[in-house]
């Protein structure tokens, strides 16, 4: 399958891994929608995005203005979904019940209301690709919140493949990636982390965005595959 003259709307496709997909998408010749919460974001992509891209800012933790967004753009055929921000980690013992719930509103909820409220535009054939990770398969210490919204997600695609068959419904679950996810660490703490993580991964190495891409390149053009998750973490689950 090809992705010439279809339309791709990428939610949190502004940065990193989204702004990465949106970019194979444009060069293989889709038409290409960007979108996340912040318009500075949205005006930085459209610059580096081919002409005749589109650009929208949406509060994608709010259904309404979600539901808005698709409204106005309108049938589309391939959804992705890559908006995140980084993994909550905390302690059970020191729990913050809140900051929990939050941490499942872009991730988990924000995915459920952007499929709920694309279904109704989505062309016959099409897709949707959303973003889980590797944490419920190799979960530490403080990270029984970041496991349970990857395993959510990981089970919210079986689910969607069944029920909205035929559109296919999968997922991409990255690795620790190289990406603007992370810069609101100081440099110096975040290059100290990927080394860290490179040390023990058998690629010995962290990802970049246009890697990850690449799977939802796939997913996008594989008319065959549905209710999958493809893992692209350098080997984080052998490790």
Same mark, same amino acid.
């Given at each position: 399958?090809?992705?010439?003259?279809?339309? !791709?709307?990428?939610?949190?496709?502004?940065?990193? =891994?989204?702004?990465? *997909?949106?970019?194979?998408?444009?060069?293989?010749?889709?038409?290409?929608?960007?979108?996340?919460?912040?318009?500075?974001?949205?005006?930085?992509?459209?610059? *580096?995005?081919?002409?005749?891209?589109?650009?929208?800012?949406?509060?994608?933790? #709010?259904?309404?203005?979600?539901?808005?967004?698709?409204?106005?753009l309108?049938?589309? #055929?391939?959804? !992705?979904?890559?908006?995140?921000?980084?993994?909550?980690?905390?302690? !059970?013992?020191?729990? #913050?019940l809140a900051?929990?719930?939050?941490?499942?509103?872009?991730?988990?909820?924000?995915?459920?209301?952007?499929?709920?409220?694309?279904?109704?535009?989505?062309?016959?054939?099409?897709?949707?690709?959303?973003? *889980?990770?590797?944490?419920?398969?190799?979960?530490?210490?403080?990270?029984?919140?970041?496991?349970?919204?990857?395993?959510?997600?990981?089970?919210?695609?079986?689910?969607?493949?069944?029920?909205?068959?035929? =559109?296919?419904?999968?997922? !991409?679950?990255?690795?620790?990636? %190289?990406?603007?996810?992370?810069?609101?660490?100081?440099?110096?703490?975040?290059?100290?982390?990927?080394?860290?993580?490179?040390?023990?991964?058998?690629? %010995?190495? $962290?990802?970049?965005?246009?890697?990850?891409?690449e799977?939802?390149?796939?997913?996008?053009?594989?008319?065959?595959?549905?209710?999958? $998750?493809? *893992?692209? #973490?350098?080997?984080t689950?052998?490790?």
């Amino acid at each position: 399958m090809t992705l010439t003259d279809k339309r !791709v709307v990428l939610l949190g496709g502004t940065s990193g =891994i989204g702004l990465a *997909t949106a970019s194979l998408a444009a060069r293989e010749g889709a038409q290409v929608v960007v979108a996340s919460r912040n318009q500075r974001s949205v005006d930085r992509a459209l610059a *580096t995005l081919p002409t005749g891209t589109q650009g929208y800012a949406a509060d994608l933790t #709010d259904p309404a203005d979600v539901a808005r967004l698709f409204e106005g753009l309108g049938p589309f #055929d391939h959804l !992705v979904y890559t908006a995140g921000e980084p993994l909550a980690l905390m302690s !059970v013992d020191a729990l #913050d019940l809140a900051a929990a719930r939050a941490a499942f509103e872009l991730r988990y909820f924000g995915s459920l209301a952007a499929v709920n409220a694309a279904l109704p535009y989505l062309r016959p054939g099409g897709s949707i690709t959303l973003t *889980t990770g590797t944490a419920n398969h190799r979960p530490s210490t403080g990270w029984s919140v970041a496991a349970s919204i990857t395993g959510a997600i990981d089970a919210l695609v079986r689910a969607l493949a069944v029920e909205l068959a035929p =559109i296919r419904v999968n997922a !991409v679950s990255a690795g620790v990636i %190289r990406s603007p996810l992370w810069d609101s660490l100081p440099q110096e703490t975040r290059e100290q982390m990927y080394a860290q993580l490179s040390e023990s991964l058998p690629l %010995r190495r $962290v990802g970049e965005p246009n890697e990850v891409a690449e799977a939802f390149g796939y997913l996008l053009r594989a008319t065959y595959a549905t209710g999958t $998750v493809v *893992t692209v #973490d350098g080997g984080t689950l052998i490790s």
